[in-house]
């Protein structure tokens, strides 16, 4: 019975196999790649994107491109997901990791089509990894205090030009540096530095402010603009009047009932205000709403109040200030409230904004100017990269040469290695060898030069020379050390990039059927196959 009801779901289903399964899965990877391969490298082209409702984008960031782009075929979505794991974990190289995973695909194929079985390459490709990851350990170098700004400049080169890359890399480096020193360790989180974005003035007028900033005013007017120093508490919820339960309703029957009503509305009111007081809260902060009949109680208490405040902020907020978000003003503990050095509000292009200093830490807030829409979204967006690498390089401060160099380096490694391999597996190193040349080979050619010229030379001196850190320079099209140009990458981006793009080929060199469903799911129909088995 059950298998018949299969049986069926199956007819309504086509399927691919084996070896036309695995070249439609490197024909999409491929077509994903050359999307973006023309990005790579400080002379990359941008891309115009174009959404549905005319809105005009023009980027040099990969994740973006890919995010933007309207993918159906499943192995270009898992590539999809890699690119952006990549910018999650390193802030950059996502191109890189995308060209890369289609590259080691298309070499796989290549031998496959010779008799190699999948299996044989993902062995290979593993071992190749695991060298891989080893050598860089082995060719990197620990960051000076020189290096920090020259390694973010680098991420940034062909996204934004030289004189915003050179403010927004001084920006995220001072800001980045600033939080490891007040934190308890060396780990910073980006997202803990809050960002806001001003449409007006110069990309040279953006900012590091110490304080959280929010682009908010005070509830009540009445109250101070400007508090010197205090008790906070930040409550997810609001004051506003407790909801009926569900389904319930008030019935009138006299006059007097309603004005009761509200009357004891206003009394429990009073008493959530009265605890707030009582905590001596000279700060109040709110996600929701709050009730008017509060307002005028807050003011009496002396509080000032800011509402309709994201959760994000007050996480924020919380750590700057030692202080714990919570959903009741009742019983309220002490270890709940925290404390602030100094509250101020400000006017800042006809918009009003409140920075508040917290005791632990402060927190800090970058504001970022832009004189239109476009130049504001590219700017936020190149920084968001330049704090993301400039925050890692604080966790792990070692970094790699640029410019091709690693590739080169780890291509040659992996051909001496391969060597030493006695079975087949060593085809599939000498193919993960091959397609690392690929980014120098990109980015040679996206600065003019010819790729493979540039491979066979730079390989060439840096075997002579027994010197991994000589890479292409594309402003004079030469061949110099890399740490003498300031040509600079962190370690966990080549690294997240050789991770991420060998599981990614290894999952797609894996896949050997493909079933693509002509119907939607449906639950099988067991009373009338009852009935059948029944006639």
């Known amino acids: 019975m059950a298998r018949?009801?299969?049986?069926?779901?199956?007819?309504d289903t086509e399927r691919e196999q084996g070896h036309t399964a695995l070249r439609n899965n490197v024909r999409a990877a491929l077509a994903l790649a050359d999307a973006v391969r023309s990005t790579i490298g400080p002379l990359g082209l941008d891309k115009m994107l174009l959404s549905d409702d005319g809105d005009v984008q023009v980027t040099n960031d990969g994740v973006t491109v890919l995010e933007a782009a309207k993918v159906e075929h499943p192995t270009a979505r898992m590539l999809i997901s890699t690119s952006s794991v990549q910018d999650d974990e390193a802030r950059d190289g996502t191109s890189s990791a995308i060209v890369l995973t289609a590259e080691l695909l298309l070499n796989a194929l290549d031998w496959i089509d010779r008799g190699i079985h999948p299996s044989v390459m993902v062995a290979g490709y593993r071992i190749a990894m695991d060298h891989s990851l080893i050598a860089i350990e082995d060719i990197s170098k620990p960051m000076e205090e020189t290096d920090h700004i020259r390694i973010v400049s680098t991420s940034l080169a062909g996204k934004v030009s030289e004189d915003v890359r050179r403010i927004l890399s001084n920006l995220a480096v001072e800001t980045a540096s600033i939080a490891a020193n007040r934190g308890s360790s060396k780990h910073v989180d980006p997202d803990l530095i809050k960002r806001i974005i001003i449409r007006g003035g110069r990309i040279a007028d953006s900012e590091r402010v110490d304080g959280i900033v929010l682009r908010k005013t005070r509830l009540d007017s009445q109250t101070p603009n400007r508090?010197?120093?205090?008790?906070?508490?930040?409550?997810?919820?609001?004051?506003?009047?407790?909801?009926l339960s569900v389904n319930?309703?008030?019935?009138?029957?006299?006059?007097?009932?309603?004005?009761?009503?509200?009357?004891?509305?206003?009394?429990?009111?009073?008493?959530?205000?009265?605890?707030?007081a009582e905590a001596g809260i000279d700060l109040l902060i709110v996600r929701d709403g709050i009730h008017e009949d509060a307002i005028p109680m807050l003011r009496n208490a002396g509080i000032v109040t800011y509402r309709r405040v994201e959760r994000t902020d007050l996480e924020l907020i919380a750590r700057a200030c030692g202080a714990r978000i919570v959903r009741d003003v009742q019983g309220i503990r002490s270890e709940s409230v925290g404390e602030f050095n100094s509250v101020n509000e400000e006017r800042w292009e006809s918009i009003d904004h409140v920075r508040i200093h917290g005791s632990v830490g402060s927190g800090q807030t970058?504001?970022?100017?832009?004189?239109?829409d476009a130049v504001i979204d590219e700017v936020s967006r190149a920084f968001d990269d330049a704090i993301g690498v400039a925050c890692g390089l604080q966790d792990e401060p070692k970094m790699l040469p640029g410019g091709g160099a690693i590739q080169i380096a780890l291509a040659r490694r992996l051909r001496a290695h391969a060597t030493t391999i006695p079975g087949r597996e060593q085809l599939a190193v000498e193919a993960y060898a091959a397609a690392l040349e690929s980014i120098p080979r990109a980015l040679a050619e996206n600065s003019g030069l010819d790729g493979l010229d540039q491979i066979i030379g730079l390989t060439a001196a840096q075997t002579s020379s027994s010197n991994d850190w000589l890479g292409i320079d594309v402003t004079d099209r030469s061949i110099h050390p890399m740490n003498e140009r300031g040509v600079l990458e962190p370690v966990r981006i080549a690294r997240q990039a050789i991770t991420g793009a060998t599981e990614s080929a290894i999952s797609v060199l894996r896949i050997g059927d493909i079933l693509w469903a002509k119907q939607d799911a449906q639950m099988p129909d067991w009373q009338s196959e009852?009935?059948?088995?029944?006639?």
């Not at 018949?4 to 007819?11: D, K």
């Not at 970058?366 to 239109?372: F, I, Y």
């Open 366 to 372: 970058v504001v970022l100017r832009g004189s239109t």
């Open 248 to 276: 319930a309703s008030i019935r009138i029957t006299e006059p007097g009932m309603m004005a009761r009503f509200l009357q004891r509305q206003k009394l429990e009111m009073k008493e959530r205000v009265d605890a707030i």
């Open 530 to 535: 009852l009935g059948q088995d029944e006639d």
């Open 227 to 243: 508090l010197d120093g205090g008790k906070v508490l930040l409550l997810d919820g609001g004051l506003d009047p407790k909801e």
């Open 4 to 11: 018949r009801e299969h049986e069926r779901i199956l007819q």
